[in-house]
């Protein structure tokens, strides 16, 4: 006999599961589940992008440079997009640096976020004058201007895509060590921390098993802004020509070899702004609808 | 009130402190010798290059260094540029004011659409207006600014030709500086036409520098009015039969008004890292420009003094920002 057919008739309906009731108040935001289809969209596109791209992002063809997009004139549909100045095709450049820019944004993200949660850890658990230390570097690094400090970082460790990602996640560390630190010192004076430690628990275990998964919600938040946030901060690492280095086909690197045509082909200039666009409006869109779906009291 | 400015004074001195030694061990990592970078392809002779180290002192231990270095800081020495030998505070000092210029400008329209567009939408929530709004705040924070000067360029500059595409003025015009503002002084020199030149290469930077801060302060300006709408004073102000206008614009607005102005503050970092990619598109002499160039010529001393300067400014305003919002609350005066 199931569980269900136990209960008496007419007692109210089990609560929804976590996994329910979120996504009861995720779905209800329409911009979230439109920034969710872009995103898996955008995801399908760098995993399937050698099955999608008509040609490989790199080459070239002597016979059609700057050649527009084939609904105007001069355009054709071997190159739906047209193609660049030296006749590489822009529909695969674009492709592929779906590739690459969902790289930089959740590599970036991942290393942030690894080193923002041991330093706020330490800083919340530890306290006194290594808490200082770790908060006032933080201080620091949020009151520098963001893409001044991580182009100072790649000038000095010379520039290119690894180093970007590196300056990037330095930039956006001081977030993740604030979340964290402000929730262990919140949650470790709670009454379940003060049971686990009287029963023995050590410090690790109380780090990560008892405090960490409940300050999971505002830094799973915090990553999806946090992706966009690398992902434009690439862009512009790359537009400055300090990012990925040519012939790569990183969105804003690709921006940047456009510059020069800007007057003469609208079309190489204006796809991979569109992208970078595009990708990271999803992104923001969905970590709000992520905010409002794990504090549905805060919306209400 | 002096016991608050002076805590929040003493918090920042540690900020400080800490930026100079980030400014100095940063660039501690160069690789490389900072002789021979600075001798370039030529080379450099054993001697000379001892005789070099000696002079700047780099054979000194590295904490002396420091102490050297921020002692300088301290009296305004920033060290001089590597490429045209001239002090970095001479050179910041002379470009700032096309910063400024640009940054005010920017900041002035944002306000100037942002707090009307965020009160209307909190006004008419969940109205198509109210939707539009957000929908445009949210796409003006995700724009990557670099490729919206492109695009701007291209329709009004290329295909309409109303604005011109780079600089600050047309080259025929030789204005005077008197306060390094060219829409000022454009208009104290009294040459015809050199104004509306001035104004004119200002509008596309602007509205692109603009945006971003335009977006969050329309976004704060309605969240901040929305809670101010549902407080009981509101209702109480309603009840005595005021006219909703009033309402509106004396007694929610100036309450809103609060968290928006500390947003402003905020903007002065965003403000700072749009003109970076502002002034390489439109090609502004400003410092972003500056400092773009500077790494494009290795010019170490530059990039060091840009960055102290720049987060020194920003610290300061921001020092600014916290003092002005105990003067209008004084409830955070006694927190501290």
Known sequence: MSAESLAPPGAAPAPPGPFREFWGYFSANHGAVAGLVVVVTVLLTAAFANVLAPYSPTLTNNAAFLQPPAWQQGGSWAYPLGTDAIGRDILSRLIYGARLSLLIGIAVVALSIGVGIALGLLAGFVRGVTEIAIMRLMDIILTLPSLLLAIVIVAILGPGLMNAMLAIAVVLLPHYVRITRAAVISETSKDYVTAARSNGASHFRLMFNEVLPNCAAPLIVQASLGVSAAI???????????????????????????????????????????????????????????????????KR | MLRFLLTRISLIIPTFIGMTMLAFFLIRIVPGDPIETMAGERGIDATRHAALLKEYGLDRPVLVQYGIYIGRVLHGDLGKSMITQEPVLSEFGALFPATIELAS????????????????????????FDHGVMGVSLTGYSMPIFWWGLLLILLFSVQLGWTPVSGRIAVLYDVPTVTGFLTIDSLLSGEKGAFQSAVSHLILPTIVLGTNPLAIIARMTRSAMLEVLGEDYIRTARAKGLSNLRVIALHAFRNALIPVITVIGLQVGVLFTGAILTETIFSWPGVGKWLIEAINRRDYPVLQGGLLLLGGIVMLVNLLVDVMYGIINPRIRRTT
Do not use: H, Y
Not at chain 2, 108 to 115: D, H, P, R, T, V
């Open chain 2, 105 to 128: 400008c920017a900041i002035l329209f944002a306000l100037m659409l942002g707090i009307p567009a965020g009160m209307l939408a909190a006004v008419r929530r969940n109205s198509v």
């Open chain 1, 232 to 298: 434009l901060d690439a862009a512009a690492l790359g537009f400055l020509g300090l990012g990925a280095q040519p012939p790569a086909s990183e969105w804003g690197t690709m921006l940047s070899d456009a510059r020069e045509f800007v007057l003469r082909a609208w079309w190489v200039v204006t796809f991979p702004g569109l992208m970078i666009l595009i990708t990271v409006l999803a992104f923001n869109l969905l970590g709000d609808g992520l905010r409002d779906a794990f504090d549905p009291k805060l």
